[in-house]
């Protein structure tokens, strides 16, 4: 995608004008600091539980790192800009907190995150699509076959 939000570059020709949504910082830091609290606010668990299941997911997984509750504190801190969760260790807090707010918020503009009933209906309203695509497609050729 090209800087002015369309598809191919246009040099040398004007482009869309930016919306506040696109001049928008691309650093997801904040973002992601702010759903990490999020997350573990939301969750039930004090942030030595979310420790020590992290650290217990991670030696399960054979990571080998060892997450303290000092470096959470860091993860989740707003003003601890140089302190971001690893993304290999990302996915297990997102299972320890049970909640996808952390990787929705790495999501560019447009992109959603789909899990659950969510992607189970989104399943069954494209198979359905295809179903009534191919009925329409049946009765054409039905009609230009002069069959009733």
């Known amino acids: 995608m090209a800087i002015n939000g369309n598809t191919k570059p246009n040099f040398g020709q004007p482009g869309r004008q930016l919306t506040l949504r696109d001049q928008m910082s691309l650093d997801p830091t904040d973002l992601l600091k702010a759903a990490m609290r999020e997350a573990v606010n939301n969750s039930g668990l004090s942030r030595s539980q979310v420790v020590e299941e992290m650290n217990r997911l991670s030696a399960i997984a054979g990571l080998?790192?060892?997450v303290s509750e000092a470096m959470l504190d860091k993860w989740i801190a707003?003003?601890?800009k140089g302190h971001i969760i690893p993304v290999r260790d990302l996915p297990i807090f997102c299972q320890v907190v049970g909640s996808i707010l952390p990787l929705q918020a790495l999501m560019p503009s447009g992109v959603e995150i789909i899990a659950g009933d969510d992607l189970k209906l989104l399943r069954w309203a494209r198979a359905e699509s295809e179903?009534?695509?191919a009925a329409r497609q049946a009765r054409r050729f039905a009609e230009e076959a002069g069959i009733r």
Do not use: E, L
């Open 131 to 133: 179903k009534r695509k």
């Open 78 to 80: 707003r003003g601890s």
């Open 64 to 66: 080998g790192v060892r």
